[in-house]
């Protein structure tokens, strides 16, 4: 039911942007995280059902969650990319998620199939 895309490889300083489609459904709360090899998931941003929006401190002022006005696809704005952004990128969507639960994985019972970005120095 999500559908993540976008992903490539570009070069630190580059600009990039991830969509993500929700297909069938809308849902309240739709969210990005990342994998690197060898490393957990990791939360990158969510936006919370009242329109909040919530970063992680590592890519705050950087990049930029939003969704379209239809409420079915869910972009990431990431500007200023550093090598260390290269991961899997993977969109996270739930409607019954609390808001102390927001970076969680665990919290969330939709994801996409993930797009890899790598970001080259």
């Known amino acids: 039911q999500l559908q993540a895309s976008g992903g490539g490889l570009v070069q630190a300083g580059d600009s990039l942007r991830l969509s993500c489609a929700a297909s069938g459904r809308t849902f309240s709360v739709m969210g990005w995280f990342r994998q690197a090899p060898g490393m957990e998931r990791e939360f990158v941003a969510a936006?919370?059902?009242?329109?909040?929006?919530v970063y992680a401190d590592s890519v705050k002022g950087r990049f930029t969650i939003s969704r379209d006005s239809a409420k079915t696809t869910l972009y990431l704005q990431m500007n200023s990319l550093k090598p260390d952004d290269t991961a899997v990128y993977y969109c996270a969507a739930d409607n019954r998620l609390i808001l102390s639960s927001i970076r969680f994985a665990s919290a969330y019972h939709y994801w996409g199939q993930g797009t890899e970005l790598t970001v080259s120095s």
């Open positions: 936006r919370w059902r009242s329109g909040s929006l």
